[in-house]
């Protein structure tokens, strides 16, 4: 999963929801990868190269087919 996000992600707060949402989603197999909005507006081949040598490094993952079956995956503001 990439996100992007705005500075309201940096107030301490959201860092924290960030960061448990972000630890959920790890748990049920996804990988997340988070991106400050200026950085892709910026330097976007870097943001690029990144996430491909990001998901070279890694073995595939996906939720299990039993989530899949049953529509129980994550979604936003969950």
């Not at 040598?53 to 595939?60: D, I």
């Not at 529509?71 to 969950?78: K, W």
Request: proline share 6%.
């Amino acid at each position: 999963m990439i996100e992007l996000d705005g500075s309201q992600h940096g107030e301490p707060r959201n860092r924290v929801r960030d960061r448990i949402r972000d630890e959920v989603l790890c748990k049920e197999g996804y990988l997340v990868l988070r991106f400050w909005n200026g950085d892709v507006l910026e330097n976007l081949d870097g943001v690029a190269d990144f996430i491909v040598e990001t998901l070279k490094s890694r073995p595939p993952t996906r939720p299990s087919l039993d989530k899949l079956r049953t529509g129980d995956l994550p979604t936003r503001g969950r």
